[in-house]
């Protein structure tokens, strides 16, 4: 569910997409290509066995990468500073980011440890990669009254622009795949990190409720008997029991 703030229009976001021009060389997209390309001009014999003279890349090459690159953190700062919106609704003070939520997620996979038939290392980039085109369109959330369809399909010309930002090339590819992936639930690592996000913000409710005094039902209504895994049904009832026991303390 998303959570966090929906931005407005956000022109300066958008004036920096329309500004970025092309930068990357087909073959700078490739590193290996590059590294090999150079390897095969340095030192190598020239005509007559004198060795070639080391050849530096195109100029513009090195600049223009990591040009495109700060482009694109540029851009994920306001994965920082956007708050999730669900608990603005709920008036919680100093509410965590998009960022905030993406992180302990990964750290949900990092320390889910080895499960079977489960590519760890790819749960923890879907889980850095899932709300990443809220840099662009902010959190939409059911109270926002846009439908499932227009949601994912604004999100996903956010993406594209963002990979465009990136210059394209394997990384951007492979960032969308990761994202597409999880937008689908198309594999057990989606489903698992799908079951995170969930395990993520119940358990965020849980301490909001703890710190604000907040009752937050809503959240632990929404996601009851949602959990496609045995591990995130099994975290989910570990936050719902301790949320029981809370409340029989207070009583
Ligand atoms: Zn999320």
């Given amino acids: 569910m998303a959570v966090s703030s929906r931005m407005p229009s956000q022109p300066a976001a958008r ?32 005509p007559g066995g004198s060795p070639v003279p080391r050849r530096s890349p195109a100029p513009t090459s090195a600049p223009s990468s990591a040009s ?16 999730r919106k669900g608990w603005i609704n709920h008036s919680i003070k100093g ?29 923890i980039k879907i889980a850095i990669v899932h709300d990443i085109a809220e840099a662009i369109v902010g959190d939409i959330t ?48 989606a489903n698992l990190v799908k079951d995170f996000d969930k395990v993520e913000m119940i358990l965020q409710a849980l301490e909001y409720e703890k710190e604000h005094g907040k009752v937050l039902d809503e959240f632990f209504l929404s996601t009851a008997g949602k959990f496609q895994t045995e591990i995130g049904k099994s975290w989910a009832a570990q936050v719902n029991a301790r949320r029981k026991e809370g409340c029989k303390k207070q009583k």
């Avoid at 495109?68 to 708050?83: E, G």
């Avoid at 939520?101 to 790819?122: F, K, N, T, W």
């Avoid at 465009?164 to 951007?172: C, D, N, S, Y």
Wanted: charged letters at 30%; glycine letters at 8%.
């Fill in 142 to 189: 059911p109270s926002d009254g846009i439908p499932k369809a227009e949601k994912s399909r604004r999100e996903q010309a956010a993406l594209d622009e963002m990979c465009e930002v990136l210059g394209g090339g394997p990384i951007a590819d492979e960032i969308k795949g990761l994202w597409e992936e999880y937008e689908n639930n198309s594999s057990i690592e």
């Fill in 15 to 46: 004036g920096l997409l329309r500004r970025t021009p092309p930068r990357i060389l087909p073959v700078e997209r490739a590193p290996g290509r590059l590294a090999l390309a150079v390897r095969a001009v340095s030192g190598s014999p020239g």
């Fill in 68 to 83: 495109s690159a700060i482009d694109f953190l540029t851009l994920c700062h306001r994965l920082k500073t956007t708050k």
């Fill in 95 to 123: 509410p965590e980011s998009i960022a905030d939520h993406m992180y302990r997620m990964a750290l949900m996979a990092l320390i889910a440890g080895d499960l079977p038939s489960v590519d760890r290392e790819r749960c």
